[in-house]
């Protein structure tokens, strides 16, 4: 079975700090990866994908890949309190999903 | 783009009955996922269909789920019969492809069985 793994957390930052979320899998032919956001009650949301080893940034989120260490990670920069939510990461080779890390930013 | 379409958007029914869960895809994604989510268990991939062909479904927890795809723009979810086990938020996506195309996901329906 291809694992995607996640702490669980919860995770608790201050506003304005980094928030650091990582993932690991164990299928060494992954090529994508996502991050999506779950809000309490609502839906999975995708916020980044990230294909290639190094990182990439869109505004205050980066993603940083790792194929050889097989790890993907989301940093949050400057976490305000509506970032507070769920975090999934999702490995597309296989659809699947880890179990997410809940994430509190606290004013 | 309307999104992903769910319907029920709740249910709540006894156990013993027949649930059936509804799905419309994004027009033009290939891909339609079923999932189930629960505080225990996360979001698990029951089955995944492309161009309308059950192409996975070794999530499926036992024989009492089924899943159909119709056409393009329909999926159903069935549960026979119905356990409080099987509660639950249940999310359809869709994707126009796989291995590098996100999943557009519904609202979900949120199951209770009594």
């Known amino acids: 079975q291809k694992e995607v793994e996640q702490n669980s957390g919860p995770l608790s930052v201050p506003e304005g700090a980094i928030a650091s979320l990582n993932c690991t899998y164990s299928d060494r032919g992954s090529q994508s990866f996502f991050w999506y956001r779950q809000y309490s009650g609502k839906s999975p949301e995708l916020i980044m994908f990230?294909?290639?080893?190094g990182d990439k940034e869109d505004g205050r989120f980066t993603a940083q890949l790792n194929k050889a260490s097989q790890y993907v990670s989301l940093l949050i920069r400057d976490s305000q309190p509506s970032d507070s939510a769920t975090y999934l990461c999702?490995?597309?080779?296989?659809?699947?999903f880890g179990a997410g890390t809940r994430l509190t930013v606290k004013p | 783009d309307a999104g992903v379409i769910q319907s029920p958007r709740h249910e709540v029914t006894e156990m013993g009955q027949e649930v059936t869960l509804r799905c419309k895809p994004i027009s033009g994604h290939d891909y339609l996922f079923w999932y189930r989510q629960t505080m225990m268990r996360g979001l698990e991939l029951l089955i995944y269909f492309n161009n309308n062909v059950p192409i996975d479904d070794s999530g499926m927890p036992e024989d009492r789920f089924s899943a159909k795809m119709p056409n393009a723009s329909f999926s159903t979810l069935k549960i026979q019969p119905s356990e409080p086990r099987d509660s639950a938020v249940y999310f359809c996506?869709?994707?126009?492809?796989?291995?590098?195309?996100?999943?557009?996901f519904g609202d979900g329906t949120r199951l209770s069985i009594l």
């Open positions: 990230i294909y290639s080893n």
């Open positions: 996506a869709s994707s126009p492809g796989v291995g590098g195309q996100p999943q557009h």
């Open positions: 999702a490995v597309n080779n296989d659809m699947r």
